[in-house]
């Protein structure tokens, strides 16, 4: 560098790779000095730098905007998967709950199965119930995330980007269909366990009052 100091007015060093061979398939580098001359009677051009396209305001709105879509578009998903997993298993326990039920109508009169069978039911009810208050929260949580999702895209809408807008806006529809449809079938099913229960009730009345008799 000294040698070439002396030739050149001004040295400036950089850096440069270059590949000088592999390891495992891994190339390796090597960093070498290079030395950039500018004599004395050269003058430095100065660099204007402009800003580039990506760094206007416009562009940087567009780019938060998506961010925010994809946040949205996680708690959206989040939230469905933990109804639909939810609504599952309040489903499987409900049918459990009611099959408990319709054995119990069975076995009237048995007073240790029947004992057996009230243990069961206890313990299965607890359950069902349980998952029945997780699933009504979520629900209700879906409500306000369904209120950031709007506003994520109607906001993204404005900002110009208008692709990610319409995408979270069919990513909610078809959420709230889905959602929709999973709690219309556990509706049935627990109209079908509140009747099953009313059967339950009556018979076990019923045959009470026959054996007082």
């Known amino acids: 560098f000294r040698k070439l100091a002396n030739v050149c007015g001004s040295l400036i060093p950089t850096v440069v790779k270059c590949k000088c061979f592999k390891i495992s398939g891994k190339p390796l580098y090597k960093f070498l000095p290079i030395g950039l001359c500018v004599t004395n009677n050269e003058k430095i051009k100065k660099i204007e730098l ?12 567009q780019q938060a905007s998506s961010v925010a879509v994809n946040a949205a578009t996680q708690l959206l998903t989040q939230t469905v998967v933990a109804i639909l997993d939810t609504a599952e298993d309040y489903k499987k326990a409900l049918l459990d709950l009611m099959s408990l039920l319709q054995e119990s109508k069975e076995v009237l009169g048995e007073n240790r199965i029947q004992e057996e069978l009230s243990d069961l039911i206890i313990a299965t009810r607890a359950k069902t119930n349980d ?5 009504v929260q ?17 906001t993204s809408f404005l900002a110009g980007a208008e692709f990610v807008s319409t995408c979270l806006s069919e ?21 079908e366990f509140l009747n099953l229960q009313k059967e339950v009730i009556f018979e076990t009345t019923e045959y009470e009052e026959k054996n007082k008799l």
């Open 171 to 191: 990513r909610l529809y078809s959420a709230k269909v889905q959602v929709e449809e999973v709690m219309k079938n556990i509706k049935l099913l627990e109209s």
């Open 138 to 154: 979520l629900d209700s949580l879906l409500n306000y995330v369904e209120k950031v999702v709007v506003s994520t895209a109607e």
């Open 50 to 61: 402009q800003a580039p396209k990506a760094l206007t305001h416009e562009h940087l709105i």
């Open 131 to 135: 998952f029945k208050n997780q699933l």
